[in-house]
């Protein structure tokens, strides 16, 4: 099913590959890749993520600054979603915002376990409606914000074209699969 991607045009930066169903992308700077496809302007987007094991059997201790992104149109701007993102505190998620924003549900406290492991696949949900951007982890919520909020793209994660859904990582490997994406309507109930 992952055959839709043409690696050739959807790679922005890193080193991608499919294999055995999954799109693997190695422990980069800053890797993202565009997934094909319209976005409507209110969907869902599911995606199974499993981190990779440095080498076969090898446990490393995460980078700080490594992260899982996601990079998604949110009603003409695009927001970015950092899963897991490394810090001195620990882990934390977050969504990049204005550097004047200063509201704290942007990013969540600080928490000692990555939400992602070697071994463990867990589906990352982005709704986008009308009014809201839900993004859950399994039945996890990590954030149910404002569709208006003051979203950013950092330099470090730019992307070409911004109304695609675009998936990358930071100094982490990551397999993705199960990839998909439907329209829901304006005002839906959580998946």
Avoid: N
């Avoid at 869902?44 to 080498?55: G, M, N, R």
């Avoid at 998620?93 to 492991?117: K, N």
């Avoid at 909020?149 to 199960?178: L, N, Y």
């Amino acid at each position: 099913p992952l055959a839709f991607i043409d690696l050739q045009t959807a790679v922005v930066a890193g080193d991608w590959s499919v294999e055995d169903d999954r799109l693997r992308v190695l422990p980069g700077d800053h890797a993202r890749l565009m997934l094909p496809g319209d976005v409507p302007r209110y969907y869902l987007q599911e995606v199974t993520v499993q981190t990779q094991a440095p080498s076969a059997g090898a446990e490393a201790p995460a980078e700080t600054g490594s992260a899982i992104a996601f990079i998604v149109p949110v009603h003409g701007r695009a927001a970015t979603i950092l899963l897991d993102e490394k810090t001195a505190d620990g882990y934390r998620c977050r969504i990049a915002v204005a550097p004047d924003a200063t509201d704290e549900s942007w990013q969540t406290p600080p928490y000692d376990q990555p939400l992602f492991a070697p071994k463990a696949a867990r589906t990352v949900r982005i709704l986008v409606q009308q009014q809201r951007l839900l993004v859950r982890v399994d039945d996890q919520i990590i954030f149910d914000v404002p569709a208006d909020g003051p979203f950013t793209v950092p330099a470090e994660w730019q992307v070409r074209e911004p109304e695609m859904i675009t998936i990358g990582a930071h100094r982490v490997g990551v397999a993705f699969s199960r990839i998909t994406r439907i329209p829901v309507k304006p005002a839906t109930a959580a998946p």
